[in-house]
């Protein structure tokens, strides 16, 4: 018996073997799973590729990590001009 | 805001109209507010809403309404080359594994030019792209909120996070290429 056939706990279609997620196939679904958006099999499948796989592991840590710098990118400063009169509407806003 | 706004209208300049029209919006309609929703939901909404008013009369078609002309669409995240050809043994697997991020130093990893590398990929994203990302993961608002002020299906979102996410990390990834080799 295969490693794949114990440690599945249900037998589902073959595709849906570990083994069988490659990956150039998990790099198009991983964000998915950041996403916490995979069906249970399939996130069980790429939990399990990630347990055996070191190249999709640290693509999934660039993927965590660009996420977290993209949180720190400064956002657009307002022109100035605009700051301005957008306070000035602000100030003259009376309640109706 | 302004960022989000610019995907509707057709100038910076015709946004931050757009940005201060729906900031009176928001005073206007504060007594409307019935906390169905977070007020910051509410607000990016009035902002859409607006911008797509004013992108409709510019007669500039709405995006969102199909993912068409979304630059990049069959666009792989990984260069084909990184892995293993149909043939070989090894098919669809790394040839080239992506570097491992403690290949880096951390401070490296921390530097200012780090940022400046993910901020100049989410500048060059399509708009629908930019304003997914910017939503989710500089706003902080989650798929529901990102959803429901742009108008789009869950299915719609992810795709487009998907993409815009896939594009920063590999700008992510080649810094650290760089780096690992300096």
Known sequence: MKWWQWSRRRSGPPQSRPEDISC???????????EGALPVDEREAVEMHLNLCDGCTDYLDQLRISIELTGE?????????FEEELCFAFRSFTRP | MLRVAMMFVSSRAVAEEVVQEAWLGVLKG???????????????RILTNT?????????????????????GDDEAPVDADRFFGDGHR??????????????????????????QRIAAAIETLPENQRAVITLRDVDGFDAD??????????VNQRVLLHRARTKVRSALGQYLDEEAAA
Not at chain 2, 30 to 44: A, M, P, Q, V, Y
Not at chain 2, 55 to 60: A, L, P, W
Not at chain 2, 90 to 115: F, I, K, Q, T
Not at chain 2, 145 to 154: D, K, N, T, Y
């Open chain 2, 51 to 71: 911008a797509k008013t004013r992108g409709e009369r510019e007669g500039r078609s709405v995006p969102f309404s199909s993912l068409g002309g979304d630059a």
């Open chain 1, 24 to 34: 150039r196939e998990i790099v198009l679904i991983v964000n998915d799973y950041v």
């Open chain 2, 30 to 44: 504060l007594d409307r507010f019935e906390g169905r929703s977070s007020l910051k939901t509410w607000i990016f």
């Open chain 1, 73 to 81: 990118v400064p956002t657009d400063p307002l022109a100035p001009e």
């Open chain 2, 145 to 154: 909120e990102a959803c429901e002020i742009l108008g789009i299906s869950e």
């Open chain 2, 90 to 115: 090894w098919a669809g697997h790394w040839a080239s594994s992506p570097r491992n991020p403690r290949d880096v130093p951390e401070e490296r990893l921390l530097a200012d030019e780090a940022r």
